[in-house]
């Protein structure tokens, strides 16, 4: 609790102290995907992970973490009734495979040729066969 004349002193203490365990949040992040990327071997096909509570700029740092060991990377966050995801490759332009895959499952999204992003509705499964089937497995 706080005196009024000290309320806007302390509002600034708790934002000031909010910020910094955002940013703490954010380098343990970086670092735990950094480990999982590390996981993958290097040059294989497919990166594809299912993920919970990712907001679409985490769900873009996981998947360019996983694009520098897999030829394509998707990451989604959600589920059946609604994912986010982002797609990506340093290796090709992932645009034409963003489109298709929001035309299959009316999804809506966009993106730079290195990254897709947007949100569509399938089940797992059918986002597997789509992604084995574009990454040639």
Known sequence: ??????????????????EHLKQQLAAAQRQLWALRAA????GTPLALSFEEGLDPAQLRRLCLAFCERA?????????PQGWKYA????????????????????????????????????????LEAFFREEAGE
């Open 87 to 126: 797609v990506g490759s340093a290796q090709r332009d992932v645009r034409e495979l963003g489109k298709r895959l929001n035309q299959r499952f009316a999804g809506r999204g966009g993106g730079q040729k290195e990254l897709v992003q947007g949100t569509l509705a399938a089940s797992r499964r059918e």
């Open 1 to 18: 609790s706080a005196k009024p004349q000290e309320l806007a002193p302390a509002a600034q203490r708790l934002l000031e102290e909010q």
């Open 39 to 42: 996981g993958i071997p290097e």
């Open 71 to 79: 030829g394509l990377a998707a990451v989604f966050s959600g589920g």
